[in-house]
C-alpha cells in the first residue's frame, strides 16, 4: 500500500509542474493553519518473544490534530512547516493462541515540512489541493499491556524516526471573511525504522503444566505505523487582499445649449479577484459610457483589459482579454455598435497602483473604456 500511495503521489506531483499555471489558485503571503480530527491506525506488528511470533496489535480509532504556518507563492505553490499529534487506544492483541485483553495507548508527536500546489477548478467556492510531506516523528508507547491466561506483557517508552506524508484536501473560501478558509483533508502518514520499547512479558502455567517466569525485551515493527487522517480546519492568510474599491464616477455630460466641458472621454469598470463577470454597479458605469458615445464625437470606442499581478502573466492576459470582451458585450448591449468598438487585453502590464508581483490590488482589477 506505501508503494501504491508512493506512486500516486509522486504522479501527482509530476502533474503538477507539468499543468500550466492558470490553473492554479493562488495563496499569497504568510498564512496560518488549524486542524483536528480522527485517526486510523492500521495494525501494527509486535514481534515480543520468540513464543509469540507474528502477534499484532490493534487500536481504536483516535484522535489526531495539527498546527502549521506557511507562505503562499502566489502561483498555486506553498510551502509550510507542520507540528502534529495522533493518538490511538489499544483494542487487541491478534495472532496468539492465548484469550488476551489489552490496554495502553500509542502517540506521535511529529514536525513535518510540507509542500501544496492548490488547483483552480473553475469555481471560485471550492479549491482542491495535494501536497507532499516529509519530516520528523517520536511514537510514544503509555503503558500498553496485553494481559492473558498464560502470560503478561507491558511496555513503555519513546522512539524517534523520519516519517512522511501524502495530503489531499478541499478549501472552500469564506465569503465574509477575506483570507479565511474551511479546509477539509485526508493524510496518509507514515513512519520510517524500527523500534525496540522497554518492556517485560512474564509466563505463569505453561501447556504442559510447568509453571515458570521469563522477562522478555518488547520489540515493535514500527514499520508498521501507518496511519489514515482525516482533518476538517481553518486556514487564514494573514494579509488577505482589500475589498475592491468603488469605480470613480465618471464626469457628468455636459448639457447639450452651453459651452460646458466636453463629456467624459475615459470610463473605469473594476473586477473582482479572478473574475471577468460584470458587477451592478459595472453595469451603469458600462451604460454611461454607452450614452456618453452617443452625445459627443467619436471615431472608435477602445475597451482595455487589465489585470492585477497576483497569478501567472500567462493567465493574466487570457483573464484580461475575457474582462474586456465582457464590457464590450455589454456595451452592445446599451447600443452601441459592434464594429464601432476595439478590444484589446493587456494582463498584468501599465497597473494602475504600482505593487509587487503577487499582490492583489483590486484598482489594477479593471477594464478602461476610451471614447476616441
Known amino acids: 500500500m506505501v508503494r501504491v500511495l508512493t506512486r500516486v503521489a509522486m504522479s501527482l506531483g509530476l502533474a503538477s509542474l507539468a499543468a500550466p499555471a492558470a490553473w ?17 491506525l492500521q495494525d501494527e506488528q509486535l514481534r515480543e518473544n520468540e513464543n509469540f511470533p507474528g502477534s499484532k496489535l490493534r487500536f481504536d480509532v483516535g484522535a489526531a490534530g495539527v498546527a502549521a504556518a506557511g507562505y503562499g507563492f502566489g ?8 507540528g502534529d499529534w495522533r493518538q490511538n487506544d489499544v483494542q487487541h492483541l491478534l495472532g496468539t493462541r492465548f484469550p488476551t485483553s489489552a490496554g495502553g495507548n500509542q ?28 519530516g520528523y516523528s517520536w511514537t510514544h508507547w503509555d503503558a500498553i499491556r496485553a494481559i492473558g491466561s498464560d502470560f503478561d506483557f507491558v511496555a513503555d517508552g519513546t522512539q524517534g524516526h523520519y516519517a512522511y506524508q501524502a495530503i489531499f484536501g478541499l478549501a472552500f473560501p ?5 483570507g479565511l478558509s474551511l479546509t477539509a483533508e485526508y493524510r496518509f502518514f507514515s513512519v520510517v525504522g524500527g523500534d525496540a520499547f522497554d518492556g517485560s512479558s512474564v509466563g505463569t502455567q505453561g501447556p504442559d503444566g510447568v509453571r515458570g517466569f521469563g522477562v522478555a525485551h518488547g520489540n515493535e515493527d514500527i514499520r508498521a ?33 452651453a459651452p460646458a466641458p466636453q463629456a467624459a472621454r475615459t470610463y473605469l469598470v473594476f ?24 452625445h459627443v464625437q467619436t471615431t472608435r470606442i ?34 452601441v455598435a459592434k464594429d464601432e468598438i476595439a478590444i484589446r487585453g493587456f494582463g498584468e502590464s501599465d497597473p494602475l497602483v504600482p505593487t509587487a508581483k503577487g ?5 489594477n482589477r479593471r477594464v478602461e473604456i476610451i471614447l476616441k
Do not use: C, K
Not at 359 to 363: A, D, F, K, N, T
Open 225 to 257: 505505523d501507518y496511519n489514515h487522517t482525516a482533518l476538517i480546519g481553518l486556514r487564514y492568510e494573514l494579509f488577505p487582499p482589500r475589498p475592491p474599491m468603488a469605480a470613480p464616477p465618471p464626469a457628468a455630460a455636459s448639457a447639450p445649449a
Open 174 to 178: 469564506v465569503p465574509f471573511a477575506p
Open 302 to 335: 477602445e475597451v482595455n483589459g487589465y489585470t492585477d499581478l497576483s497569478g501567472s502573466a500567462a493567465y493574466n492576459q487570457r483573464l484580461s482579454v475575457r474582462r474586456a470582451n465582457s464590457v464590450a458585450a455589454e456595451l452592445v448591449r446599451d447600443g
Open 107 to 134: 502517540s506521535n508527536y511529529g514536525a513535518m515540512g510540507n509542500v501544496f500546489f492548490d488547483m483552480d477548478v473553475g469555481a471560485n467556492w471550492i479549491y482542491p489541493y495535494f501536497g507532499l510531506g516529509a
Open 75 to 82: 502561483n498555486g505553490f506553498r510551502v509550510e512547516l507542520e
Open 24 to 40: 492554479a489558485q493562488p495563496v499569497s503571503g504568510p498564512y496560518v493553519s488549524l486542524g483536528g480530527g480522527g485517526d486510523l
Open 359 to 363: 499582490v492583489r490590488e483590486p484598482q
Open 271 to 294: 473586477f473582482d479577484w479572478d473574475r471577468a463577470d460584470l458587477s451592478d454597479r459595472a453595469r451603469q458605469i458600462v451604460a454611461e459610457a454607452a450614452q456618453a458615445s452617443a
